[in-house]
């Protein structure tokens, strides 16, 4: 069974930085797409930046410019570089995968998932 296992969360004063990892248990280069989502305080989970298998890659409006994802086949591995954090960026981030292509990429659209990392943003 696949696993999805984040890494790098913390606490961290506004405007400063964390850099997010996720280790897969599997090939990765293959998948349709991973991503990151994020889910604060009494909000719905939502979509942070996802990256496709081709290299293309999606952004939130309220990260953009602030958050870089990338991915790195050979070490099956998934990384969020943040900067300038915002109080409104504490969440839990989670990182997640969809193997085969997909019409959407909604929260239920996704076929592994990890367990999440907090990031606090004071």
């Known amino acids: 069974h696949v696993q999805l296992v984040e890494s790098g969360g913390g606490s961290v004063p506004a405007g400063g930085s964390l850099r997010l990892s996720c280790a897969a248990s599997?090939?990765?280069?293959?998948?349709?797409?991973m991503g990151w989502l994020r889910q604060a305080p009494g909000k719905e989970r939502e979509g942070v930046a996802r990256?496709?298998?081709?290299?293309?890659?999606w952004y939130a409006d309220s990260v953009k410019g602030r958050f870089t994802i990338s991915k790195d086949n050979a070490k099956n591995t998934l990384y969020l570089e943040m900067s300038s954090l915002k109080p409104e960026d504490g969440a839990v981030y989670y990182c997640?995968?969809?193997?085969?292509?997909?019409?959407?990429?909604?929260?239920?659209?996704?076929?592994?998932w990890g367990q999440g990392t907090q990031v606090t943003v004071s």
């Open positions: 599997a090939y990765t280069y293959s998948w349709n797409l």
């Open positions: 990256i496709y298998s081709d290299g293309r890659t």
């Open positions: 997640a995968a969809q193997v085969f292509p997909c019409k959407v990429a909604d929260v239920g659209s996704f076929d592994y």
